[in-house]
């Protein structure tokens, strides 16, 4: 019980912000699905140490806790190449992902927003090409096109049908 509260007391835990009304859930729908499930199986393996030093301190049974399992299919869905690792350590294992979940949080967030990026450079480039394309529509020619190169066709209902 004693060690339970030295590392409740040195986690920092006493100091941590209480939740408050921004919920992670509400950003959810702005990032790329596979951020969110390295974001979520990272905030369970989070919750499970907090709920395992809380259980230290207060001196209660560690089999009071629930296994492993919910928090390595979680790490399964985000790092599906770990699933081997996670089989052998089920107790240990999603704790040695922390670096990769946060890494690839990191990466798929960038990821997206390069992509948003790209598609915006896209419409600028789109608006541009209309704009000058613009300036060649018949009867609006640029006075800066040379005589011998003007092209005037002659009206519609004069064409031969």
Known sequence: MQLGEVL???????????????????????????AWACFDALRHIGIDAIAFLGTMKSG???SL??????????????LPHQAQFLDKYPETGAFYCIGELEGRIFTEITRFLNANDTHLRAVDDASRILAHARQYEPGKL???????????????DELPS
């Open 142 to 156: 640029p006075e800066g096109i040379p005589d011998k190169l003007r092209v005037d066709p002659p009206p519609l």
């Open 60 to 62: 209660a049974p560690l």
């Open 65 to 78: 806790l629930k296994d492993s399992s919910e928090i390595n299919e979680k790490v399964k869905i985000a």
């Open 8 to 34: 409740w007391k040195t986690s920092g835990l006493d100091s941590m912000p209480q939740a408050g009304e921004s919920s992670p859930e509400l950003d959810r729908i702005f990032l790329p699905p596979q």
